[in-house]
């Protein structure tokens, strides 16, 4: 009787939470700020435009004005879909990078407790994107050393 081995499809993307909800903050701190940054920059232009208009005597009602308005009022709503595209972005992708690298330290600090004597000493394995390979490498190399011959 053969047994067919069926993948899990791992349902749990908060395995660490305190690092990973730590990690997603920051992304999306610094997302924040730097389309803080990229929004400030947009009002300036906006405003240097209004000031050329009045350096140059061009009266409040000219078309000019009129096209600038419009202009801003439209930016400001692609800014605020950028912004929350962006934000969706960053959240799903903090938590699938946080979760590459909490991954294989939850598994690790697993097999590392779990060892009790000689015996039960197993090698390790991280799912193929995960990040620190070089780990499970060197964890296993150290099994292989200390299981009794």
């Given at each position: 009787?053969?047994?067919?081995?069926?993948?899990?499809?791992?349902?749990?993307?908060?395995?660490?939470?305190?690092?990973?909800?730590?990690?997603?903050?920051?992304?999306?701190?610094?997302?924040?700020?730097?389309?803080?940054?990229?929004?400030?920059?947009n009002c300036y232009f906006f405003w240097k435009f209004?000031?050329?208009?009045?350096?140059?005597?061009?009266?409040?009602?000219?078309?000019?004005?009129?096209?600038?308005?419009?202009?801003?009022?439209?930016?400001?709503?692609?800014?605020?879909?950028?912004?929350?595209?962006?934000?969706?972005?960053?959240?799903?992708?903090?938590?699938?990078?946080?979760?590459?690298?909490?991954?294989?330290?939850?598994?690790?600090?697993?097999?590392?407790?779990?060892?009790?004597?000689?015996?039960?000493?197993k090698e390790i394995k991280f799912r193929k994107n995960?990040?620190?390979?070089?780990?499970?490498?060197?964890?296993?190399?150290m099994v292989a050393a200390l299981k009794p011959k």
């Amino acid at each position: 009787m053969s047994r067919n081995k069926v993948k899990s499809v791992r349902l749990k993307y908060l395995i660490n939470p305190p690092f990973q909800m730590r990690f997603i903050l920051y992304t999306v701190i610094s997302s924040v700020v730097s389309i803080s940054i990229a929004y400030c920059a947009n009002c300036y232009f906006f405003w240097k435009f209004r000031e050329l208009g009045l350096i140059y005597k061009i009266p409040f009602d000219h078309v000019f004005y009129v096209f600038l308005a419009k202009q801003e009022v439209m930016m400001n709503w692609i800014f605020v879909l950028a912004a929350a595209l962006i934000f969706i972005f960053l959240l799903v992708f903090g938590l699938i990078f946080s979760h590459r690298i909490a991954g294989p330290l939850v598994k690790l600090t697993y097999y590392l407790n779990s060892v009790e004597n000689y015996s039960q000493l197993k090698e390790i394995k991280f799912r193929k994107n995960d990040f620190f390979q070089e780990i499970a490498t060197s964890y296993n190399k150290m099994v292989a050393a200390l299981k009794p011959k």
